[in-house]
């Protein structure tokens, strides 16, 4: 997926710099590891979010959230689905680098932290960084950045339930 600007086109004027507000979610829906809750206004979207797997579904309220439910949908019925969303994110230069490079890896591939890092003339802690702090996990695939001995973490975390999730999303992308 490439990311595409909702003003201009261009990548990096998607990306929003500067302190976010926390706001309700638009949708709540199922995936077949738990709940996401969907963040956005009427043109962007601004967060996916992995939540309880008893948190209460919420149908979307606005239209672009009943479009990024479909598309998630659509994802977990076929790996194949390309995900075309309008993003709006806050990130630091760095961690749009390595936002946009986690979209070029290919559905089914996974690349390492290091090699990552390599290729962004970075460190691997500092890439492991980025990818914890993606804020719209599958659309810009996170999971498929691994560990050279492992899976690694995922969400800042590498307790089981994150790993599982993780774990799915590969397997998912490898049928």
């Given at each position: 997926m ?29 995936a ?56 709006k ?26 090699e ?10 500092a ?46 992308e490898?049928?």
């Amino acid at each position: 997926m490439a990311l595409r600007d909702t003003e201009n086109g261009s990548f990096g004027s998607r990306f929003h710099l500067g302190y976010h507000v926390c706001m309700d979610y638009q949708a709540i829906i199922a995936a077949p590891f738990g709940k996401l809750g969907i963040r956005c206004t009427d043109d962007a979207v601004l967060g996916i979010e992995f939540i309880p797997a008893n948190a209460r579904a919420l149908a979307p309220r606005n239209p672009l959230a009943k479009e990024v439910s479909r598309q998630l949908a659509a994802y977990f019925a076929n790996a194949d689905f390309h995900f075309n969303l309008p993003l709006k994110l806050e990130g630091t230069e760095h961690q749009r680098k390595v936002w946009q490079a986690m979209c070029a890896i290919p559905r089914g591939q996974t690349q390492s932290y290091g090699e990552l890092a390599a290729q962004l003339r970075s460190s691997a802690r500092a890439v492991g960084q980025a990818c914890g702090n993606n804020p719209v996990p599958i659309v810009i695939p996170c999971h498929r950045v691994v560990s050279k001995t492992g899976l690694g973490g995922f969400m800042h975390r590498a307790d089981v339930g994150a790993l599982d999730i993780k774990r799915w999303l590969l397997t998912h992308e490898r049928r």
